[in-house]
């Protein structure tokens, strides 16, 4: 099975930071990578798929690179709306989710 | 809109079976494969089976397999998600999600999740 590591678990940062969130693979799945985003309660909302494309909707902040086994997810200027907890997908081999990386505000 | 809505929480007793239903409107309901995915209580997500809402072909993560079973009904766009034998660390909340388009094979088919259904929460306890 591929696993897929998230780092860091929580992230500290204030409404205008740029944060960047890193996702490793255990081997290489090219660029066949997710990115979602959920809230407490709610269910997990797709942000970028392949590696880097923006799902339409999603503001343009957020933006996805990587490939092989090494993906990062950044967001440009924090809004008081993206404090919540990002998961990392990968499906080039069935589908492994990171464990999460939580952002608090400072 | 294009939109999942499930079926409504669940108590079981350990052993039992659960069925949680997915609902789906807003886009042609044979086109697109279905997942299912589950969330322990304060943990991460975990893909549990696929479905091909067309053939009815399915696929499940190892460590369902025995106990899920994954079925469609095509004249109401309804996705079935059986779990039997339930114990208590299938205490989660499951969701379905829309996958990709199904002229890819079951077998190939790489795609992430972009509709969501709102979750069901499932609770085994004696």
């Known amino acids: 099975d591929i696993q897929m590591t998230q780092s860091p678990s929580t992230l500290s940062a204030s409404v205008g930071d740029r944060v960047t969130i890193t996702c490793r693979a255990s081997?290489?799945?090219?660029?066949?990578l997710a990115w979602y985003q959920q809230k407490p309660g709610k269910a997990p909302k797709l942000l970028i798929y392949k590696a880097s494309s923006l799902e339409s909707g999603v503001p343009s902040r957020f933006s996805g690179s990587g490939s092989g086994t090494e993906f990062t997810l950044t967001i440009s200027s924090l809004q008081p709306d993206d404090f919540a907890t990002y998961y990392c997908?990968?499906?080039?081999?069935?589908?492994?989710f990171g464990q999460g990386t939580k952002l608090e505000i400072k | 809109q294009v939109q999942l809505v499930q079926s409504g929480a669940e108590v079981k007793k350990p052993g039992a079976s659960v069925t949680v239903s997915c609902k789906a409107s807003?886009?042609?309901?044979?086109?697109?494969?279905m997942h299912w995915v589950r969330q322990a209580p304060g943990q991460g997500l975990e893909w549990v089976g696929i479905?091909?809402?067309?053939?009815?072909?399915?696929r499940y993560a190892q460590k369902f397999q025995g106990r899920l079973t994954v079925t469609r009904d095509t004249s109401t766009s309804i996705v079935y998600m059986e779990l039997s034998s339930l114990r208590s660390e299938d205490t989660a909340v499951y969701y379905c999600?829309?996958?990709?388009?199904?002229?890819?094979?079951?077998?190939?088919?790489?795609?992430?999740?972009?509709?969501w259904g709102q979750g069901t929460m499932v609770t085994v306890s004696s």
């Open positions: 999600a829309r996958g990709g388009d199904v002229v890819v094979p079951i077998t190939s088919v790489r795609d992430a999740f972009d509709i």
């Open positions: 479905i091909n809402p067309s053939g009815g072909s399915t």
């Open positions: 807003g886009y042609t309901f044979t086109s697109y494969y």
């Open positions: 997908q990968q499906y080039f081999a069935y589908y492994t």
């Open positions: 081997q290489s799945i090219s660029n066949w």
